[in-house]
T-cell receptor, first 112, second 110 residues
């Protein structure tokens, strides 16, 4: 298997623009997670899905953030409108129930 | 919010030495996991220890868990330059996702 695939790897955008990050989990994994990593706050859980259903989105910072999982092989994290404080590395990870997480290589977002 | 907190924040050692990193957490857990992150890369799972286990080994890694003290340690023996990375502990409770600490940055010089 190719592992968890994230795109884009790098995104530079201007404040106010819409940003869409994409993730393809490992086939057969029931769980999909979105994390955000910054120097100040470390690795924060934003939201996770089980069988395409959002289970816990309490980590989503505010209404500007939304995440979807329309099918078992694809998820998106959208920020609209983006702000400079959203600059971070966004990781997608997938797993089997109670299993280890497999992370993608991350999407580094810079909002100017 | 962080559940696990690693200590120390940074550790510098010479090749061949052992490296010990500690993790403390606040509430009861189902399991505790350790992950490694090389600079600019995603996290990679190292080892999982369940709440009813006290010690686990994997190659040069040794993990201990003390649920009475709510703490865990990761020992890397005979370290190599390639072990240079950040190491994170992560905990989960029943039905919840993994929550990560801020990590220990290990630097191994040759």
């Amino acid at each position: 298997d190719a592992g968890v695939i994230q795109s884009p790897r790098h995104e530079v955008t201007e404040m106010g623009q819409e940003v869409t990050l994409r993730c393809k989990p490992i086939s057969g994994h029931d769980y999909l997670f979105w994390y955000r990593q910054t120097m100040m706050r470390g690795l924060e859980l934003l939201i996770y899905f089980n069988n395409n259903v959002p289970i816990d989105d309490s980590g989503m910072p505010e209404d500007r953030f939304s995440a979807k999982m329309p099918n078992a092989s694809f998820s998106t994290l959208k920020i609209q409108p983006s702000e400079p404080r959203d600059s971070a590395v966004y990781f997608c990870a997938s797993s089997r129930p109670a299993g280890e997480l497999f992370f993608g290589e991350g999407s580094r977002l810079t909002v100017l | 919010s962080q559940q696990g907190e690693e200590d120390p924040q940074a550790l510098s050692i010479q090749e061949g030495e052992n490296a010990t990193m500690n993790c403390s957490y606040k509430t009861s857990i189902n399991n505790l996991q350790w992950y490694r992150q090389n600079s600019g890369r995603g996290l990679v799972h190292l080892i999982l220890i369940r709440s009813n286990e006290r010690e686990k080994h994997s190659g040069r890694l040794r993990v201990t868990l003390d649920t009475s003290k709510k703490s865990s340690s990761l020992l890397i023996t005979a370290s190599r330059a390639a072990d240079t990375a950040s190491y994170f502990c992560a905990t989960s409770q029943a039905g919840t996702a993994l929550i990560f600490g801020k990590g220990t940055t290990l630097s191994v010089s040759s």
